[in-house]
């Protein structure tokens, strides 16, 4: 899948097209502590999200311990489902229904009050259509409409689509979306009906037409780069980048495939759709795995590897949590999100019942070990008393 179905604007010189300028200078990579707080503090968050759906789900609204345990890899629990259920007790309840039976969890109260708040932001007609909107972009940045599911999954949770959105947001639009079959009658594909020409524009180029009343397809848009403190950049590398900003831009959701791969105008491309893609998701970031699953899918080989590599100023890959996140660094200031969608604030509440919960165990480790210092204390007072007593009876 290697081709889309608009075409772009030619660039004004046919040379932009063939040549690659890049220098071959070493990009030193500087960690952002602000941006990397960004990613560390939704630390567990998605699976703790994926417990509660599964446990929501339950007609009972309970779950057996021993049920989420098999589904352990899919919600991808860091720990075994009774300890990960213990570690957040302002979130999960686990008891015994009967005596001697198996352990089941609940959610607190006040995790079912933040689930029914964020039922309600997906119920909203505004941020379905929003919601049915971005699904439909990234639809169009694959070109052919489509998409396998199981990549549309690795997007869901930050495309901020519900948890049940074929069902629920997909069969809500269906003059939007289909369920498809392609030349593998076992993979199943999303599909976008028709292309929505409406939709066909990037946040760059909106930005584009809000700042000049003579917008055009491929005029020059330079993209905002923001750098780490510390970030040093050489001389030839700043004049080399000033040049290839000046590139005409090539909208993502027109086709590029036709410029010669080793071109800085074909990379300034590939920088494009990637910078619309981290720009549809609601935090502006996604694990580095799933551009790169997109991007073998739609054919771009390690194109967008080397885009996060070269432009950092637009790009930073946090090492955070176990894994790495590429995140949009002109979306935040510090560790703050510009645009705060309705469902981050959704999600900053689940963060801070688990950070209530990690207090609650400070607290209760501190006075376990005051109790067991005064315990011990009171011990070695008694040992002694009880030598001086054997003493003077000696």
Known sequence: MAFLLKTAAKPHHRRLLLRRSFIAAKIKWVRDPYLDEVVSKEKNLKPLLSLKNLIISAP????????????????????????????????????????????????????????????????????????????????????????PLRIVDCFRYDLGLPDNYITGLCCDFPE????????????????????????????????????????????????????????????????????????????????GFHLNPNSDQAEKWAVALLHELLSLMVSKKTERENIFCLGEYLG??????????????????????????????????????????????????????????????????ADFLNKSKLDCKLGNQTVSHGRRVIERAV
Request: net charge positive; glycine share 4%; proline share 6%.
């Open 60 to 147: 009972s609204k309970t779950l057996p311990t021993a049920v989420a345990a098999v589904n352990k890899p899919h919600l991808r629990l860091p720990t075994t489902a009774h300890n990960f259920s213990h570690e957040y007790p302002s979130v999960f309840r686990v008891f015994q229904p009967k005596a001697l039976s198996t352990p089941h969890v609940r959610l607190t109260p006040q995790a079912v009050a933040i689930h029914n708040e964020e039922l309600a932001v997906h119920a909203s007609p505004e941020r379905r259509q929003e919601a049915a909107e971005r699904l439909a972009k990234l639809l169009m940045l694959a070109g052919a409409r489509r998409l």
């Open 176 to 255: 939007y979306f289909q369920i498809c079959t392609g030349n593998n009658p076992e993979i199943l594909n999303l599909e976008l009906i028709s292309w929505r020409e409406n939709l066909a524009f990037s946040v760059m180029e909106k930005r584009a037409m809000n700042g000049t009343s003579d917008f055009r397809k491929g005029m020059r848009i330079a993209f905002p780069m923001y750098f780490s403190r510390g970030f040093d950049l050489k001389e030839k590398v700043k004049d080399w980048l000033d040049e290839w900003q000046n590139l005409p831009y090539i909208s993502p959701y027109e086709n």
């Open 300 to 365: 771009f080989g390690s194109r967008l590897k080397k885009a996060l590599v070269r432009y950092t100023g637009i790009f930073y890959v946090s090492n955070k949590i176990r894994t790495q996140t590429v995140v949009l660094r002109e979306a935040y200031r510090k560790d703050f999100l510009i645009e705060n969608h309705p469902l981050m604030g959704m999600r900053h509440r689940y963060i801070h019942l688990m950070n209530k919960s990690k207090k609650r165990r400070r607290y209760q480790n």
